[in-house]
């Protein structure tokens, strides 16, 4: 969530506070899929320097050993990360309710800050250096366009798959760097049961795994590469 303010000129410039809201879930799975490194690089190249990290949900269900396959040290850590290294402000809210509540009141206080002339930002603001909207939203369209690489388009093919977790991904993406690498390699194949292998032979387990590229998703990306007809 993001918010701005009107300067008395009629520019519209972003307000030094944003809010990255996670539920425990969606905490949980840009962890395994590793989104959640990429978010938090996006967000401190945002150019605004008060960032709150949002988790919504019942942090207690991951007190046990493990939650949804992530060992509950691991989420722990993470935040625990967030907040001390990447200086942002982690809170934690225990339902929807509770987030729009303190939304509303960061947004009473943004607005007590800004609303010094008949509801312009403030002059001195400005003069620290607020980006308008437009510089904001335009740094924000390069950011994402410069990043956007072949092979980040094939990673994140891979993860919609069910059983390709991160470090499996990773572990693809390192030996067929892009689709056409690994095409290539299918067209080499001498048969159906060659290729549906393939990945099963060639890919090396992940540093600290005991397994790697498991049957059924190696004839599953097989299928997803080769197939000429889906359904």
Same mark, same amino acid.
């Given at each position: 969530?993001?918010? =701005?303010?009107?300067?008395?000129?009629?520019? @519209?410039?972003?307000? %030094?506070?944003?809010?990255?809201?996670?539920?425990?879930?969606?905490? =949980?799975?840009?962890?395994?899929?590793?989104?959640?490194?990429?978010?938090?690089?996006?967000?401190?190249?945002?150019?605004?320097? %008060?960032?709150?990290?949002?988790?919504?949900?019942?942090?207690?269900?991951?007190?046990?050993?493990?939650?949804?396959?992530?060992?509950?040290? *691991?989420?722990?850590? !993470?935040?625990?990360? *967030?907040?001390?290294?990447? %200086?942002?402000?982690? =809170?934690? @809210?225990?339902?929807?309710?509770?987030?729009?509540?303190?939304?509303?009141?960061?947004?009473?206080?943004?607005?007590?800050?800004?609303?010094?002339?008949?509801?312009?930002?403030?002059?001195?603001?400005?003069?620290?250096?607020?980006?308008?909207?437009?510089?904001? %939203?335009?740094?924000?369209?390069?950011?994402?366009?410069?990043?956007? *690489?072949?092979?980040?388009?094939?990673?994140?093919?891979?993860?919609?798959?069910?059983?390709?977790?991160?470090?499996?991904? !990773?572990?693809?993406?390192?030996?067929?760097?892009?689709?056409?690498?690994?095409?290539? !390699?299918?067209?080499?194949? *001498?048969?159906?049961?060659?290729?549906?292998?393939?990945?099963?032979?060639?890919?090396? !387990?992940?540093?600290?795994?005991?397994?790697?590229?498991?049957?059924?998703?190696?004839?599953? =990306?097989?299928?997803?590469?080769?197939?000429?007809?889906?359904?």
């Amino acid at each position: 969530m993001l918010w =701005v303010g009107r300067a008395a000129d009629g520019v @519209t410039y972003v307000l %030094n506070c944003i809010v990255e809201r996670k539920k425990v879930d969606d905490l =949980v799975s840009s962890i395994m899929d590793h989104r959640y490194t990429e978010q938090k690089f996006r967000l401190r190249g945002c150019g605004i320097s %008060n960032v709150v990290y949002l988790v919504e949900g019942a942090l207690d269900r991951v007190t046990g050993s493990h939650f949804k396959g992530l060992p509950s040290t *691991t989420i722990e850590s !993470a935040l625990l990360h *967030t907040q001390l290294l990447d %200086n942002f402000h982690v =809170v934690h @809210t225990h339902s929807i309710e509770e987030t729009v509540s303190y939304l509303c009141s960061v947004t009473k206080f943004l607005r007590s800050h800004v609303d010094a002339r008949e509801g312009a930002i403030d002059a001195a603001y400005i003069a620290a250096g607020a980006p308008t909207l437009d510089e904001f %939203n335009e740094a924000t369209c390069k950011y994402r366009s410069s990043r956007v *690489t072949v092979g980040g388009v094939f990673a994140a093919q891979l993860l919609q798959l069910p059983q390709c977790s991160g470090a499996i991904c !990773a572990a693809i993406a390192h030996e067929y760097p892009t689709p056409r690498r690994l095409m290539q !390699a299918y067209a080499a194949c *001498t048969d159906d049961e060659e290729r549906t292998t393939l990945l099963r032979r060639t890919v090396a !387990a992940p540093p600290g795994a005991q397994r790697g590229v498991g049957p059924a998703l190696s004839e599953q =990306v097989c299928r997803m590469y080769t197939a000429n007809e889906y359904g």
